[in-house]
């Protein structure tokens, strides 16, 4: 514990390596495992991939370090994290305003992730139901043609109650947690379900690897089609990058508030983006040969792992158990992000209006709750419902899409932007150099990076990205 301004203690990591988990318990999640592949196999697969991986080398990385440098020298929630950087730096505390739009963010984030944390406990409810109805040793439809199977499921997304009252169970699993508090709660999770996490996801790439579609995936993920790089793809591919890191919605100033003076920030943001882009490749690759195998279709986008996939795990010798299992290990990847989601607005309001954890935890929960309803009828009751639809971007967009695509290609390319801006022009040098950890040319890299290239690039990828036509 340390002492905050207002003299109140403040709760810590307890441990650099549980820091290390929770964040990469943040980073690692629906993002890398639902979002990523279907988004590679919406934007054509090779380069997209590639093209992400660009995006979290020279542009996610140098903001991570960012945005968890401006937390650990804050100690606070994340606007006024960055009202400290700026005071100490002779700057406007208007800078804050990024990390207040991230707080909105993340609140956004929050209830459409929540909804989808939900379909994760239908198909857990599903897969146990499948063994107790079929064994173990089979998939509930096994040896079933795709098309049989989908004809026998009842479809999640067309039974609105059901899928509000998951999100329901969903966002009070994580409630529970935050309201606990950062080292009694978050971390816990962090430290018992990351190590599952791990283990769950080896064992279902290696069963996907020897029974499925291994080098067909191989090719179609890493194949590199020049053609297919639009401004819409890079767009989308960098939109996810920040995703999966969780950048951009002050989710890692607000971890990094929580850090003490002896971690090495440097250091740790390197394993954090290494262990989140390793997962997303492994999801692609433990996901894509199963639903290859099955002759199904990759680019089906979100419903790619809750539409497809579930039918192809049926369809398997021991699919229910597999289904279960990995179904339960996506789980676990959610709710380390959730909780973080609901830290970032949960931090603030404790912050800014000096209300308890527990209170301020739920009535963002409450407010999350209610949006993510309307998200999740906007598959069924809503679906007439096209909130910015005068945007073209979200031309013919459910409430769903448009939270989803807000957050990713807005909020968090320009949070970023602002991010970059203030570290790398506004906030005083010797407190940067002091805080971030790195020497010599790499620190001189990064500068580089934080200065020139992500500024640059961010704002030329998010002109590309919204008007396509720009320069045809
Ligand atoms: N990075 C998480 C994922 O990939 O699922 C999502 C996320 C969590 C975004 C926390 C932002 C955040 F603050």
Request: with cysteine.
């Amino acid at each position: 514990m340390a002492l905050s301004q207002s003299g109140a203690t403040r709760d810590h990591w307890s441990s650099r390596s549980a820091f290390i988990l929770a964040a990469v318990g943040s980073a690692v999640g629906l993002g890398n495992l639902w979002r990523f592949p279907a988004e590679a196999g919406a934007n054509g697969g090779g380069a997209f991939v590639l093209f992400y991986i660009a995006c979290v080398l020279l542009i996610g990385l140098p903001i991570l370090l960012s945005e968890t440098l401006i937390g650990r020298h804050g100690q606070s929630a994340a606007p006024e994290s960055v009202r400290r950087v700026a005071s100490a730096s002779r700057a406007s505390p208007r800078w804050d305003i990024l990390a207040g739009m991230g707080v909105l963010a993340a609140f956004l984030i929050l209830s459409f992730y929540c909804v989808v944390g939900g379909w994760v406990l239908y198909y857990i409810g599903v897969f146990i139901g499948d063994i107790f109805t079929s064994g173990i040793a089979g998939g509930a439809f096994e040896g079933q043609s795709a098309e049989a199977v989908e004809a026998l499921l009842p479809d999640l997304f067309a039974n609105g109650p059901m899928m509000v009252g998951m999100n329901f169970v969903f966002l009070a699993v994580t409630l529970y947690f935050v309201a606990r508090g950062v080292s009694g709660g978050i971390e816990i999770v962090a430290n018992y379900m990351m190590p599952a996490f791990f283990i769950l996801l080896v064992a279902i790439t290696i069963y996907g690897a020897f029974g499925g579609a291994f080098t067909q995936t191989l090719d179609y993920l890493f194949t590199f089609e020049p053609e297919k790089l639009t401004g819409p793809v890079m767009l989308a591919a960098l939109g996810q990058a920040f995703f999966s890191l969780s950048l951009g919605v002050a989710g890692m100033i607000t971890y990094g508030g929580y850090v003490g003076r002896n971690v090495n920030l440097a250091g740790t943001s390197a394993i954090i983006a290494s262990a989140d882009t390793l997962v997303a490749l492994l999801a692609g690759l433990c996901l894509f040969p199963i639903v290859f195998a099955a002759g199904l279709a990759v680019g089906a986008g979100p419903g790619l792992m809750f539409q497809t996939l579930p039918h192809a795990f049926q369809e398997m010798p021991f699919g229910s158990v597999v289904g279960l299992l990995f179904f339960v290990m996506v789980g676990f990847a959610a709710l380390t992000s959730s909780v973080a989601l609901l830290e970032v607005p949960t931090a603030w309001m404790i912050d800014r209006f000096r209300i308890v954890r527990p209170l301020s935890a739920i009535i963002v929960a409450a407010g999350a709750m209610t949006l993510g309803a309307l998200a999740a009828l906007s598959f069924n009751v809503l679906s007439d419902w096209h909130p910015l639809g005068f945007i073209p971007v979200f031309e013919g967009q459910g409430f769903f899409d448009v939270l989803d695509g807000l957050t990713a290609k807005f909020f968090m390319p320009i949070g970023a932007i602002l991010t970059a801006i203030f570290v790398g022009w506004v906030a005083d040098r010797k407190l940067i150099d002091m805080e971030n950890g790195l020497g010599g040319a790499l620190h001189l890299f990064w500068l580089f990076l934080v200065r020139f290239l992500c500024p640059i690039a961010l704002v030329g990828i998010l002109v590309v990205g919204i008007f396509p036509g720009l320069f045809d």
